[in-house]
């Protein structure tokens, strides 16, 4: 099984990547937490991997965090829960707040994400409680393994598309991602270029993401 790749980031979109390991291309999916801290293309990446094996597909999934693999294969092995919307969850929240949420048992953060209706996410509580209390009593899950450093910025206005299509693919209607995102905007207290330069893909999409889930 394939558990770290290491080589040339040769392709970067929303929710998959190309990983250049000597030759070979890898595509990977990834959740948005491990997105919006990749280095630009064409840059060293190290990233984590969990090989997901079917009957007639073989898939790799990449993370940037220990912590963020690890909820990915303990959400996955909970009933009904898939790699799909095991990376929606991870893309919706950041591994605190779906750890904090599944540890304390409110079920309303998990049901904001696109996809988890009430009883899957009465189930991750009921399934994961126990088993994330004692991972995090430890500290093996923490720590980062990308090389590079986070995105903190972005060009121009590709910032505002990058985020607008991270919310389609995290199943809002474009008319949602919108409002969303002008709404995000206008309560950064930035404006025009100055705004894009100094807000990041992760601080606008989860502005984004907590004003998508009111309209709803």
Same mark, same amino acid.
């Given at each position: 099984m394939i558990a770290r790749l290491a080589g040339v980031l040769l392709e970067k979109n929303i929710d998959r990547i190309i990983v250049d390991v000597q030759g070979v291309g890898y595509e990977v999916r990834v959740p948005l937490s491990t997105y919006s801290v990749l280095p630009v293309t064409g840059e060293s990446v190290q990233i984590l991997v969990h090989t997901h094996v079917r009957e007639d597909s073989l898939s790799l999934y990449g993370f940037s965090t220990p912590r963020e693999r690890y909820l990915f294969e303990k959400m996955i092995s909970v009933s009904g829960v898939g790699p799909k919307l095991a990376l929606a969850l991870l893309s919706g929240l950041s591994p605190e707040e779906l750890s904090g949420a599944i540890l304390s048992g409110n079920t309303q953060p998990l049901g904001r994400v696109p996809g988890v209706g !009430?009883?899957?996410?009465?189930?991750?509580?009921?399934d994961l409680r126990d088993k994330l209390g004692a991972a995090d009593a430890g500290s093996e899950v923490s720590g980062s393994t990308l090389d590079g450093r986070p995105h903190g910025?972005? !060009?121009e206005g590709a910032l505002v598309a990058d985020v607008h299509s991270a919310l389609l693919n995290l199943g809002y209607s474009s008319r949602e991602a919108e409002r969303a995102l002008e709404e995000a905007r206008r309560g950064s207290g930035l404006a025009g270029a100055d705004q894009e330069r100094r807000m990041t893909f992760e601080g606008l999409l989860r502005e984004a993401l907590r004003n998508a889930s009111a309209m709803r």
């Open positions: !009430r009883k899957t996410a009465e189930r991750l509580v009921v910025e972005s !060009r």
